[in-house]
């Protein structure tokens, strides 16, 4: 994902993320944070909006955190959030995570990063070069976890709603390859940065959800500035009608949500 796209949305960007990568991380953090210590220094890598930061904080509330990511709009949401929720041991960077440049060799004891570890059309070997990063900057013992969408349902669903309203244009995909979709490939680049046999990927559910079907069409319809207002107005219906289709959407008396499944890669130094 581009960093220019995150940086001119970072306010929005909880909403429109949903619960998805949060709740992945809520599942793999049922392992990591009875792991954290006093002597522990985590980085936060492509933090966002620091949801991580804030789960490892209402469990540890003196953790040492760094929060890095390219994006300074979303750097700018964490230091609001250190003044505002009284963070204490949290440091804030902007940072490319292919290159982690002010940060030292063996520094952290984790080194975290929920949906950042994508190739983009302008750079594939991305995501080489960041694996190699996380182990660099990794502590002997230390351990990194790493996160990837094996299933974006809602990326079917918003596709043929484009269609819809604009029958005759490819619809906006990310560009990247089929691969990084698959266990296998998060598995190939963790074990080839240094990381050998001390890698374990797990499938992980989750879920991208909201209250009604309205707010969760209205989240993922926030972006979506290059469509006329009487094109938004279709594509709501499109895109309601098409998540309505998806075999992974449930509707339950308290909310809606679409089912995401994801790859989790842990991997020890
Ligand atoms: C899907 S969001 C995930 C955010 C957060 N980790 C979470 O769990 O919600 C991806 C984040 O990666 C950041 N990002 C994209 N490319 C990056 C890069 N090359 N280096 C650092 N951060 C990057 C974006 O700005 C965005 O904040």
Not at 129 to 148: C, F, I
């Amino acid at each position: 994902m581009s960093t220019s796209f995150h940086s001119a949305n970072a306010e929005k960007y909880e909403r429109m993320a949903s619960n998805a990568t949060l709740n992945i991380a809520k599942t793999f953090m049922l392992d990591i944070l009875p792991t954290i210590t006093e002597t522990s220094y985590i980085l936060d890598n492509a933090c966002g909006t620091g949801l991580l930061t804030q789960l490892i904080k209402a469990a540890h509330p003196k953790a040492h955190i760094k929060c890095a990511d390219l994006a300074p709009g979303m750097i700018d949401i964490i230091k609001e959030k250190v003044q505002g929720l009284e963070w204490v041991n949290v440091e804030t960077d902007v940072l490319d995570v292919r290159d982690l440049k002010t940060l030292e060799d063996n520094t952290f004891s984790h080194v975290l990063t929920n949906f950042g570890f994508s190739p983009t059309p302008d750079d594939p070997e991305g995501p080489r070069k960041a694996a190699r990063e996380m182990w660099r900057v990794l502590r002997e013992g230390g351990v990194t976890v790493v996160s990837t969408w094996s299933e974006r349902s809602f990326d079917i669903a918003l596709e043929k709603a484009a269609l819809v309203v604009r029958p005759d244009e490819k619809p906006f995909s990310w560009g990247v390859s089929e691969d990084w979709s698959k266990g296998w490939w998060l598995m190939k680049h963790l074990e080839e940065a240094g990381f050998g046999n001390r890698v374990e990927v797990r499938s992980v559910n989750g879920r991208v959800e909201a209250k009604t079907l309205h707010e969760l069409v209205g989240n993922m319809m926030l972006f979506k500035e290059r469509y006329s207002e009487e094109e938004l107005a279709r594509l709501e219906v499109a895109l309601k009608e098409e998540i309505r289709k998806l075999p992974q959407f449930e509707e339950t008396e308290k909310d809606v949500g679409i089912k995401m499944v994801a790859w989790v890669g842990f991997a020890w130094k």
